[in-house]
Each structure stands twice: as C-alpha cells, then as structure tokens.
C-alpha cells in the first residue's frame, strides 16, 4: 500500500514561475500534509529552537588585545543553533519557502551543494520532517561534518577537493539537469530565502541584543547570504553601520565555509558592491583567533570565526584606535570549534605555544 504521506493532497494550484502565473503551462500542488508537518515541527520540534543565539561580550580578548577600552567587540555564537552553524537558519527558510510555494513535496529528494554546514542543517531539517536528502559535498570536508551528515541520513555525492565548492556546485546542476521532476534544489547560492532568513532573523537579534548600538557589522562570505540579509536590515535600523565582508586571503585555504570573490564563482544572491569594506584574512592568523578566543574567552569556535575575529582587530587597529568615541563591533561566529577537530586547528605546534603562553594568566 502507497504510503498516503507520499502523495500530495490538496490541490492548491500554483504556477512555477510568476511568468506563467495565468498560462498554466506548469503547475505545481502544495502539499497540505506536509505543510501541517512542518507548522507543527517549527512550533514543538528541534527546528523550534533555531535562531535567537547569543551574543557575547569579549572583553577580555579585547584587553588581550591591547584595544582600547572605547572598543567593544561583540560575538554572535551560531554553533548554539540545534544543527550547530548559522546555516539553520537559511536551510530552515528555503525548506519553508519550497514547502509552501508547492516546490517541495514528499516525493521529491531535497538536493544541493554545500561546504557542510548548510548540509548538516538541511539534514537535521529533513530528519525532522521525514524527508529524503542528497547532498554534492568536497571530499576535503572534515571527518566530523561528513560523519554528522550520515548519522541524520544524508545521501552524500563525493566531489573533487581540488574543486572546491564549485565543484561540488557543478556536480550538484548535473545531477538535477538529468531529472528535474526528481528533486527540490533549494539552491543556497541564488535562493532568496537564504538572505532574507538572517534580514529577518540574525539582524533584528543583533540589533535588540546590542540596544541598537552597532558600528561595525564584521561576517564572512560563503554564499553572502548572512552579510546581504543580516546587512542589509542593518543599515534600515542604521544606515551608518559599516559592513565588512571578510575572505580568506590564500586561493587555497583552510578557512572552511568562506571563500575568496577574487578566485570563485560569485553566488548569485551576493552583491560584490554591497559591503563597504573587504578584508582579507590569512589561514594562520585566523586560526590563531580561533585559539585565543577560546583561551581567553572560553569560547569553542572554528576558523571561520577567527578569521572574523581576525577582521575585527584589524578594524579596531585600523579604523578606531584613535577614536574617543565608543564603538561597537558585531561578529559573526558561524559554528563552533568542535567540527574541526580532525584538523589542524587545534593540533598545531603554535596552539600548545599559545597554551603554554596564556594557561594560569590572569
Ligand atoms: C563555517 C562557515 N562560515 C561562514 C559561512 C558563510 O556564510 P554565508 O553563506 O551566509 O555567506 C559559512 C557558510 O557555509 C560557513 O559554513
């Protein structure tokens, strides 16, 4: 007997594309069953608890640092969302958005590329909602997040290292070009959803958490999801906060998640001319952040988030040194350091230096 979850109930005719609103050329039903899954999911589920992450003061890794006490550095935790990143967010507003528009029906498979964070979040997702999921993903990604994708029942396709993320992209268009009917690609990379879940979400956050006073907003660029959304509600509370998008330096690099606009495809849903200011952070200074954050602050995050950190010190140094006037810097931190424990994040000769360095400190 066909599972009656398998079909799609209700008809609730839509057209696929706004074009073709009144043509009826292609149609697509929503599935009523799943949406009062999802409904029901969001109020009681693990899903329930995304977003709404804390924002921390780091005041002793500003001392550390030899900043000046005008300066606060602020850091938004993203790994405290259930599927560990920022990423839940967009996940769980692409899913949303598929789901309602008709997109995303229970037969179809959810398929997309992703570094990893993106991934774990959609399986968390999916786990939750009983749907199928295939995810195009580097080789390269750690140990931890491949692990994490197979234990919430991900289907991995194992893409070229050397590649990158725009291999696994690549790998991801061909997979779906051979049978669209297929699959749901929700597509981080040009899915407004993605953007419009941190302008809804991580920015109002910010701005309530921090009294609505922010100087500097400081996030890395993987899709540009985060600095597009987050950003730019931002600068509706305040259009004088400064944006920073920050890349890694090297074409090669060990800062996971992030990517150089120089050398990659630029994603669709992000505007080069957007931030008002690019720094670029090496891998080894980045991880250094990682490691002192967690050392001074107890604060357990990845590279991506150091490279962040990274970014704010240089702005401190930079831009307000001299400055008497208070200003309040806002970081991104996308997850914690836990999925990197494979790497060499925290096996590293400098990492016990710095141990040795700082442990008993006060
Ligand atoms: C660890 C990490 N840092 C930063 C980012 C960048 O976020 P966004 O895609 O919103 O630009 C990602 C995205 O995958 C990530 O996984």
Same mark, same amino acid.
């Given at each position: 007997m066909k599972d009656e979850g398998t079909r799609e109930v209700k008809a609730r005719k839509r057209s696929k594309h706004k074009d073709n609103e009144n043509s009826g050329i292609e149609e697509q039903k929503v599935d009523e069953e799943l949406i009062k899954r999802f409904d029901e999911a969001k109020k009681y589920s693990v899903i329930s608890k995304i977003g709404n992450t804390p924002l921390i003061r780091l005041d002793r890794l500003r001392s550390y640092l030899g900043l000046p006490e005008n300066i606060t550095i602020w850091g938004k935790l993203e790994g405290f969302n259930p599927g560990g990143s920022v990423k839940d967010r967009p996940a769980l507003f692409m899913i949303e958005d598929g789901i309602r528009k008709g997109k995303l029906t229970r037969d179809k498979i959810v398929l997309d590329s992703t570094s990893g964070n993106t991934g774990i979040a959609y399986a968390m997702i999916c786990a939750v909602l009983g749907l199928k999921l295939k995810l195009c993903i580097p080789s390269n990604a750690s140990f931890e997040r491949l692990k994490i994708l197979t234990i919430f029942g991900a289907e991995l396709v194992l893409t070229n290292p050397l590649e990158g993320s725009d291999g696994a992209m690549n790998e991801c268009a061909k997979i779906y070009e051979k049978n669209p009917d297929l699959y749901f690609k929700p597509d981080q990379y040009s899915n407004p959803a993605n953007s419009l879940s941190h302008y809804k979400t991580t920015a109002p956050e910010i701005w309530e958490d921090t009294g609505g006073k922010v100087d500097f907003f400081v996030a890395g660029v993987g899709t540009g999801g985060t600095i597009m959304g987050a950003g730019k509600r931002l600068k509706e509370f305040n259009p004088n906060i400064k944006v920073v998008a920050v890349e890694p330096e090297e074409p090669l690099h060990g800062l996971e998640g992030l990517r150089n606009t120089k050398?990659? /495809?630029?994603?669709? +849903?992000?505007?080069?001319?957007?931030?008002?200011?690019?720094?670029?952070?090496?891998? %080894?200074?980045?991880?250094?952040?990682?490691? !002192?954050?967690?050392?001074?602050?107890? /604060?357990?995050?990845?590279?991506?988030?150091?490279?962040? !950190?990274?970014?704010? %010190? +240089? +702005?401190?140094?930079?831009?307000?040194?001299?400055?008497? %006037?208070?200003?309040? /810097?806002?970081? /991104?931190?996308?997850?914690?350091?836990?999925?990197?424990?494979?790497?060499? !994040?925290? %096996?590293?000769?400098?990492?016990?230096? !710095?141990?040795?360095? +700082?442990?008993?400190?006060?």
């Open positions: 050398f990659s /495809i630029i994603p669709s +849903i992000f505007d080069v001319n957007f931030p008002d200011m690019y720094l670029r952070v090496k891998t %080894e200074d980045a991880f250094q952040m990682s490691r !002192l954050v967690a050392l001074i602050e107890g /604060i357990f995050v990845g590279p991506s988030s150091g490279a962040v !950190l990274k970014a704010c %010190e +240089i +702005i401190a140094r930079k831009f307000v040194w001299n400055g008497t %006037e208070n200003c309040s /810097i806002v970081a /991104i931190f996308p997850d914690s350091g836990d999925r990197y424990f494979s790497s060499r !994040l925290w %096996e590293d000769k400098r990492f016990t230096d !710095l141990i040795s360095k +700082i442990r008993w400190k006060k």
